[in-house]
C-alpha cells in the first residue's frame, strides 16, 4: 500500500494541454449571466447579494483548471467554506453552481500525483467540516462526496485512457521504425554490397582488362541508380505533405531479378504457383531472399555458387539460399539475420540460418500462405 502511495504521489502531470480554448470563454460567458439571472429570479434566497458574487467570481477559475488545477480547487472551495463560516451556515448555493464539478475532474485529469491529493484532501475535508458543523445533513453529505468521487473517478478514467493510447501511438511508431530499417537494411544494403563487389572486382582487372573495368563500372551505375530511386520513393512515402506515388511491392517472380554471372553465380528457381499468394507474403520472400543473398555475397568467402529456392506448396512457402563459400568467422551478424527472423515472424513463419556440414552456408524460412 506505502508503494502504491508514494507511486500515486510522484506522478507526472501528462502532457500539457492547452491553457484555454474558445469553449471555455463561452462556458464563462454563459456561465456568468446564468448565474446572476438566477440569483435575481430566485425567490426568498438568504444573502442574495453574496450568493451572487460567489457564484459568477468563481467562474472564472475554469479558465485555469488545466493549467493551474489544485489552485483553483483550492480557490473554489476554500471562499465557498469561507462563506459557510461567515454567515455560520451552509452557503445559500444556487444550481449553477454544479460546474464547480468540473475542478475536480481537471484536477485528476492535468494535475500531478501530489496535485492530486492534496485537492482531494482539500475538497473532501470541505464537504467534511461541512458537515460536522451540522452546515449539511448527512444525505447531503453523501451526496457531495458521492459527486467529487465520481467526477476525480472520471478524470481519472479519461487521463489513463489517453495514456494507454499515447502508449498505443508510440507502439505503432516503433513498429514502423522497425519496418522502416529493414527495408532499408534490405533494399540499400543490397545495392550497396553489389557496387562494393563491382568495384572490387573493376580494381582487380583494370590493369590487365580495362573492358571489364569499364563493365563493372556500368554495373555500379545501374546499382547506383536503383539505390537512389529507391531511397526516393521511400522519402516520399514518409513526407506526408506530398502524396506518394506508390509502386507495386516486390512480388515472389522478382526474386528471379536476384541471378546473376558472378562472382559468385546466383541460380534462382521458382517452384509452384506464385500468383494466389498475398502481398506480404510474396514481399517478405523477395526480402528475405534477397537479404541472404547479400549476406552471401558480402561473408561467404571463396564461394562460387549461390542457390536461392522457392517452393510454393498449398499451405507455406519455404525459401532456401545457401552458398558454397567457407564457414564465417564467428562474430557479430549484424542486422540482417535479426531483421529476416522479425520479418518472418511478422507474419507467423520462422527463419533460420547456419552454416553446412564441412563448407556453406544456409538460410531457410517458411512462411504459411
Given at each position: 500500500m506505502f508503494d502504491l502511495l508514494r507511486s500515486v504521489w510522484r506522478e507526472p502531470r501528462p502532457p500539457a494541454a492547452a491553457p484555454r480554448v474558445w469553449r471555455d470563454w463561452v462556458l464563462v460567458a454563459v456561465l456568468v449571466p446564468v448565474a446572476v439571472v438566477e440569483g435575481v429570479l430566485t425567490r426568498d434566497l438568504p444573502w442574495r447579494v453574496l450568493s451572487v458574487v460567489v457564484a459568477a467570481g468563481l467562474v472564472p477559475t475554469l479558465l485555469w483548471r488545466r493549467s493551474r488545477p489544485l489552485l483553483m480547487v483550492a480557490v473554489a472551495f476554500g471562499v465557498c467554506q469561507l462563506s459557510a463560516l461567515v454567515v455560520d451556515a451552509e452557503f445559500p448555493s444556487q444550481n449553477v453552481l454544479v460546474y464547480l464539478a468540473l475542478l475536480p475532474y481537471a484536477l485528476f485529469r492535468w494535475g500531478s500525483g501530489r496535485e492530486a491529493v492534496l485537492g482531494a484532501a482539500i475538497m473532501l475535508g470541505k464537504v467534511g467540516l461541512s458537515g460536522a458543523l451540522g452546515y449539511l445533513h448527512p444525505s447531503d453529505v453523501l451526496g457531495g462526496l458521492v459527486i467529487l468521487c465520481a467526477a476525480m473517478a472520471l478524470g481519472a478514467a479519461f487521463r489513463y485512457r489517453s495514456r494507454a493510447r499515447a502508449r498505443e501511438l508510440d507502439q505503432v511508431k516503433l513498429l514502423e521504425r522497425e519496418r522502416l530499417a529493414r527495408d532499408l537494411h534490405d533494399t540499400v544494403a543490397h545495392h550497396v554490397s553489389a557496387m562494393a563487389i563491382r568495384a572490387q572486382a573493376g580494381i582487380a582487372t583494370a590493369a590487365a582488362d580495362p573492358d571489364a573495368a569499364l563493365d563493372a563500372l556500368k554495373v555500379i551505375d545501374a546499382e547506383a541508380a536503383r539505390t537512389l530511386d529507391e531511397m526516393r520513393g521511400m522519402v516520399r512515402i514518409l513526407r506526408t505533405e506530398e502524396?506518394?506515388?506508390?509502386?507495386?511491392?516486390?512480388?515472389?517472380?522478382?526474386?528471379?531479378?536476384?541471378?546473376?554471372?558472378?562472382?559468385p553465380s546466383v541460380d534462382v528457381q521458382v517452384v509452384g504457383d506464385t500468383d494466389t499468394l498475398p502481398s506480404p507474403v510474396g514481399a517478405a520472400v523477395f526480402r528475405l531472399a534477397q537479404e541472404a543473398v547479400t549476406n552471401a555475397r558480402r561473408h561467404a568467402r571463396h564461394a562460387t555458387r549461390i542457390e536461392v529456392r522457392v517452393i510454393v506448396d498449398d499451405e507455406h512457402v519455404r525459401v532456401r539460399v545457401s552458398d558454397d563459400g567457407n564457414p564465417r568467422p564467428a562474430g557479430s551478424h549484424g542486422y540482417g539475420l535479426v531483421g529476416m527472423t522479425e520479418r518472418a515472424g511478422l507474419l507467423g513463419g520462422t527463419c533460420e540460418a547456419g552454416p553446412d556440414p564441412g563448407r556453406g552456408w544456409t538460410v531457410s524460412a517458411v512462411l504459411p500462405k
Amino acid at each position: 500500500m506505502f508503494d502504491l502511495l508514494r507511486s500515486v504521489w510522484r506522478e507526472p502531470r501528462p502532457p500539457a494541454a492547452a491553457p484555454r480554448v474558445w469553449r471555455d470563454w463561452v462556458l464563462v460567458a454563459v456561465l456568468v449571466p446564468v448565474a446572476v439571472v438566477e440569483g435575481v429570479l430566485t425567490r426568498d434566497l438568504p444573502w442574495r447579494v453574496l450568493s451572487v458574487v460567489v457564484a459568477a467570481g468563481l467562474v472564472p477559475t475554469l479558465l485555469w483548471r488545466r493549467s493551474r488545477p489544485l489552485l483553483m480547487v483550492a480557490v473554489a472551495f476554500g471562499v465557498c467554506q469561507l462563506s459557510a463560516l461567515v454567515v455560520d451556515a451552509e452557503f445559500p448555493s444556487q444550481n449553477v453552481l454544479v460546474y464547480l464539478a468540473l475542478l475536480p475532474y481537471a484536477l485528476f485529469r492535468w494535475g500531478s500525483g501530489r496535485e492530486a491529493v492534496l485537492g482531494a484532501a482539500i475538497m473532501l475535508g470541505k464537504v467534511g467540516l461541512s458537515g460536522a458543523l451540522g452546515y449539511l445533513h448527512p444525505s447531503d453529505v453523501l451526496g457531495g462526496l458521492v459527486i467529487l468521487c465520481a467526477a476525480m473517478a472520471l478524470g481519472a478514467a479519461f487521463r489513463y485512457r489517453s495514456r494507454a493510447r499515447a502508449r498505443e501511438l508510440d507502439q505503432v511508431k516503433l513498429l514502423e521504425r522497425e519496418r522502416l530499417a529493414r527495408d532499408l537494411h534490405d533494399t540499400v544494403a543490397h545495392h550497396v554490397s553489389a557496387m562494393a563487389i563491382r568495384a572490387q572486382a573493376g580494381i582487380a582487372t583494370a590493369a590487365a582488362d580495362p573492358d571489364a573495368a569499364l563493365d563493372a563500372l556500368k554495373v555500379i551505375d545501374a546499382e547506383a541508380a536503383r539505390t537512389l530511386d529507391e531511397m526516393r520513393g521511400m522519402v516520399r512515402i514518409l513526407r506526408t505533405e506530398e502524396p506518394a506515388q506508390l509502386s507495386p511491392g516486390p512480388r515472389v517472380a522478382d526474386v528471379e531479378r536476384l541471378a546473376s554471372q558472378g562472382p559468385p553465380s546466383v541460380d534462382v528457381q521458382v517452384v509452384g504457383d506464385t500468383d494466389t499468394l498475398p502481398s506480404p507474403v510474396g514481399a517478405a520472400v523477395f526480402r528475405l531472399a534477397q537479404e541472404a543473398v547479400t549476406n552471401a555475397r558480402r561473408h561467404a568467402r571463396h564461394a562460387t555458387r549461390i542457390e536461392v529456392r522457392v517452393i510454393v506448396d498449398d499451405e507455406h512457402v519455404r525459401v532456401r539460399v545457401s552458398d558454397d563459400g567457407n564457414p564465417r568467422p564467428a562474430g557479430s551478424h549484424g542486422y540482417g539475420l535479426v531483421g529476416m527472423t522479425e520479418r518472418a515472424g511478422l507474419l507467423g513463419g520462422t527463419c533460420e540460418a547456419g552454416p553446412d556440414p564441412g563448407r556453406g552456408w544456409t538460410v531457410s524460412a517458411v512462411l504459411p500462405k
